[in-house]
């Protein structure tokens, strides 16, 4: 960076060369959406705002669904034992709850 550069200046014209390289890398829609952020200062401000609609979302999920998960939880390992004895429909069924359980346990 040369001396006489403005920090603004650098930061725009990295802006700029991102917006090229994002442009080989994105779809149509996806560029759009990116193109219409002028700055890395808005683009990051967009996306704090963006994370924190998320974690709002998920946390009136898991205000609604968590009792209800917790239930299956405490009776996982007894329902897996029962429905091993006869797997043909049960499983399936069994097995999608369990992973449902497994993401939800390891969300944030």
């Known amino acids: 960076m040369s001396p006489s550069s403005e920090p603004s200046d650098v930061t725009h014209d990295a802006w700029a060369d991102a ?6 890398e994105l779809g149509e829609k996806e560029f759009r959406q990116l193109s219409g952020t002028h ?3 808005s683009c990051s401000n967009t996306l704090a ?3 924190q609609r ?10 609604v669904m ?3 998960l917790n239930v299956l939880r405490a009776f996982d390992q007894a329902v897996s034992t029962c429905v091993s004895s006869h797997p043909q429909v049960a499983a399936l069924i069994w097995g999608s709850v369990q992973a449902l359980l497994m993401v939800t346990t390891n969300s944030p």
């Open 54 to 63: 998320i974690a709002k979302k998920w946390s009136r999920f898991e205000a």
């Open 19 to 24: 917006l090229v390289a994002a442009r080989k």
């Open 49 to 51: 705002m963006e994370k």
């Open 66 to 68: 968590g009792p209800i």
């Open 39 to 41: 700055s890395y200062e």
